[in-house]
């Protein structure tokens, strides 16, 4: 059974917890842009919680192999696992550390679509968005609360880059950059600034949200031939 989270008359999580009393045996998957609840989906016994935008059409190429995995703490896959051999270097690295420190690091990822930013560009965006969001994680003592979910996908003429990961802490904002309010070190805005910077030299913006014990950095990036 498919549901999603935002649903009309009765939310997702709510309808799943009247199914599973009904039929503890019946399959649940969510598929939601609402990463921020998939903690929730395992109170009720989710078999798995797919995050929006679906790739349908490398979906229908892979004979419908699922796409939104964690990714893999030990990797043994091709150099161009996401389309560009840069950024799986980065997510390796990451996920390698994730793994030793017990967090869950996801990713849906169109690497193809970074082909026209320079290496060092992709370095310090996807370096830094990780970076900043493992940081926050560790300060998490509850380890299934420590969540990052990375997704890169194009829509229509932009470049959408989003990283999200869970958040207990009451953050301030000074010009824009998140500072912890407690004095932990974590979010301390260093490596914010310098994403703003690179993102602008492609002429795009960096949006931040911090609500419901989620925080959420978005990249928007034109890009000059149009994207399908």
Same mark, same amino acid.
């Given at each position: 059974?498919?549901?999603?989270?935002?649903?009309?008359?009765?939310?997702?999580?709510?309808?799943?917890?009247?199914?599973?009393?009904?039929?503890?045996?019946v399959?649940i998957?969510?598929?939601?842009?609402?990463?921020?609840?998939a903690?929730?989906?395992?109170?009720?016994?989710?078999?798995?919680?797919?995050?929006?935008?679906?790739?349908y059409?490398?979906?229908?190429?892979?004979?419908?192999?699922?796409?939104?995995?964690?990714?893999?703490?030990?990797?043994?896959?091709?150099a161009?696992?996401?389309?560009?051999?840069v950024?799986?270097?980065?997510?390796?690295?990451?996920?390698?550390?994730?793994a030793?420190?017990?967090?869950?690091?996801?990713?849906?990822?169109d690497?193809?679509?970074?082909?026209?930013?320079?290496?060092?560009?992709?370095?310090?965006?996807?370096?830094?968005?990780?970076d900043?969001?493992i940081?926050?994680e560790?300060?998490?003592?509850?380890?299934?609360?420590?969540?990052?979910?990375l997704?890169?996908?194009?829509?229509?003429? %932009?470049?959408?880059?989003?990283?999200?990961?869970?958040?207990?802490?009451?953050l301030? %904002?000074?010009? &824009?950059?998140?500072?912890?309010t407690?004095?932990?070190?974590?979010?301390?805005?260093? &490596?914010?600034?310098?994403?703003?910077?690179t993102a602008?030299?492609?002429?795009?913006?960096?949006?931040?949200h911090?609500?419901?014990?989620? %925080?959420?950095?978005?990249?928007?990036?034109?890009?000059?031939?149009?994207?399908?």
């Amino acid at each position: 059974m498919l549901l999603d989270v935002d649903m009309p008359f009765l939310d997702g999580m709510t309808a799943a917890g009247h199914i599973r009393r009904v039929d503890p045996e019946v399959v649940i998957v969510f598929v939601t842009n609402l990463a921020q609840y998939a903690i929730q989906g395992y109170s009720v016994n989710a078999l798995d919680y797919i995050l929006k935008p679906l790739n349908y059409f490398s979906l229908a190429a892979d004979g419908g192999a699922p796409f939104w995995t964690p990714w893999p703490t030990t990797w043994e896959g091709s150099a161009d696992e996401s389309g560009n051999s840069v950024l799986d270097t980065v997510l390796t690295g990451k996920s390698l550390y994730c793994a030793r420190h017990g967090v869950e690091l996801t990713c849906v990822a169109d690497g193809a679509r970074l082909d026209f930013m320079d290496i060092v560009d992709i370095c310090s965006i996807f370096g830094n968005l990780l970076d900043n969001a493992i940081e926050c994680e560790l300060n998490i003592q509850d380890k299934k609360k420590r969540l990052i979910h990375l997704a890169v996908y194009a829509k229509k003429d %932009f470049l959408i880059i989003q990283c999200g990961n869970y958040c207990e802490q009451i953050l301030e %904002f000074q010009d &824009g950059i998140p500072i912890s309010t407690k004095g932990d070190g974590a979010y301390h805005g260093f &490596g914010v600034k310098s994403i703003r910077y690179t993102a602008g030299k492609y002429g795009g913006t960096v949006t931040i949200h911090n609500q419901n014990s989620w %925080f959420e950095m978005n990249i928007v990036i034109p890009v000059k031939t149009p994207v399908v």
